[in-house]
């Protein structure tokens, strides 16, 4: 499978995490949240940590600039996900809304999309019936950009 596209759910301090290694990773991402603010905090924190990365010496102002270019905000759930290659859900440890976002995406995802989940302690199994593609949804992906 050819990922090109990595959607993010949730602009918390996993999501975002998860949305700064796919962008440093080479991946296009879209972060999703539920309000503008929450998603321009965000990004903010992603510069600063990108930032102090530079810094560091451990990554270039261009590579900072690459990655920052490939990575987009949206409070719109199904447009985030609509031209995703894989989703990774990040959402706070509660199953009902957990199993309501999987059920959106898995609507309007693409029929390709790998839906994963960042949970740690709740069921993935259960998660994966709310969607019509049980076998496609994952806790865990390993990502390498194409070339």
Do not use: W
């Not at 810094?55 to 590579?63: F, M, Q, S, V």
């Not at 959106?104 to 994966?128: F, V």
């Amino acid at each position: 499978m050819n990922v090109e596209m990595i959607a993010v759910i949730s602009a918390g301090i996993m999501g975002r995490g998860i949305a700064q290694v796919a962008v440093l990773g080479g991946f296009d991402s879209v972060l999703n949240d539920i309000s503008v603010e929450l998603l321009e905090s965000a990004r903010s924190r992603i510069e600063q940590d990108m930032q102090k990365g530079v810094d560091r010496g451990k990554l270039t102002a261009e590579g900072m600039a690459a990655g920052l270019d490939r990575l987009s905000n949206s409070t719109d759930l199904e447009e985030s996900v609509a031209k995703a290659d894989i989703v990774i859900e990040a959402v706070p440890e509660k199953i009902d809304l957990k199993m309501d976002i999987f059920r959106r995406i898995d609507k309007a995802a693409p029929g390709h999309a790998i839906l994963a989940s960042n949970t740690s302690c709740l069921s993935i199994t259960e998660m994966a019936a709310a969607t019509e593609r049980p076998k496609k949804s994952h806790r865990y992906a390993l990502l390498q950009p194409s070339s």
